[in-house]
T-cell receptor, first 116, second 116 residues
Framework: AQKVTQAQTEISVVEKEDVTLDCVYE???????LFWYKQPPSGELVFLIR??????QNEISGRYSWNFQKSTSSFNFTITASQVVDSAVYFC?????????????FGAGTILRVKS | GAVVSQHPSRVICKSGTSVKIECRSL??????MFWYRQFPKKSLMLMAT?????????EQGVEKDKFLINHASLTLSTLTVTSAHPEDSSFYIC????????????FGPGTRLLVL
């Protein structure tokens, strides 16, 4: 069975601090996809990144970076120099390699509060 | 690209009435759409997977006669909450999967349903 664990329920930081959101996953599939979504107070989920299981390269996009480690089944997300606008709920999700369906299994989410 | 809209964004209805929520992919064709439910401060719970032209597949514990899903075209899926009751009050979110990037789901802005 697939499972995604986001152990951090809530994190509070002061603006300009770096913050890392943890994500640990479980799957028996060898081919799978990992995602991060951001849900601001408005409610809409914003797609941030997709990573497939064969690509362990870390990725950086502006202030965002992701660290994918298959050995520890983790896909952590780091925000550098956090800003108030980063305040949101962040979800990590896992999808298997079903040809038709690709259901997403979500973690419980981490509430990030960035204070000025 | 990959924009998904939902209508209405908010709806208040009386107990016993039915409510229809529309989910549209605006700039791509979606062979598969997903319907989620999210309770306050909770993660997303998949309700059903909707494939264009065929019956929806419901997750365990979701009443298909209560939550009617229709996916009549490649850009439109509807969720009808029949005979709504206060416990149906929730945030309903749809997502659509693109043909080109099958693994990525793009989410709509959600619909807040309040049943009085």
């Amino acid at each position: 069975a697939q499972k995604v664990t986001q152990a951090q329920t809530e994190i509070s930081v002061v603006e300009k601090e770096d913050v890392t959101l943890d994500c640990v996953y479980e799957t028996r599939d060898t081919t799978y996809y990992l995602f991060w979504y951001k849900q601001p107070p408005s409610g809409e989920l914003v797609f941030l990144i997709r990573r497939n299981s064969f690509d362990e390269q870390n990725e950086i996009s502006g202030r965002y970076s992701w660290n994918f480690q298959k050995s520890t089944s983790s896909f952590n997300f780091t925000i550098t120099a956090s800003q108030v606008v980063d305040s949101a709920v962040y979800f990590c999700a896992l999808s298997d390699h079903m040809e038709y369906g690709n259901k997403l299994v979500f973690g419980a989410g981490t509430i990030l509060r960035v204070k000025s | 690209g990959a924009v998904v809209s939902q209508h209405p964004s908010r709806v208040i209805c009386k107990s016993g009435t039915s409510v229809k929520i529309e989910c549209r992919s605006l700039d791509f064709q979606a062979t598969t759409m997903f319907w989620y439910r999210q309770f306050p401060k909770k993660s997303l719970m998949l309700m059903a997977t909707s494939n264009e032209g065929s019956k929806a597949t419901y997750e365990q514990g979701v009443e298909k006669d209560k939550f009617l899903i229709n996916h009549a075209s490649l850009t439109l899926s509807t969720l009808t909450v029949t005979s709504a009751h206060p416990e149906d009050s929730s945030f309903y979110i749809c997502s659509a999967r693109t043909l080109g990037l099958k693994e990525t789901q793009y989410f709509g802005p959600g619909t807040r349903l309040l049943v009085l």
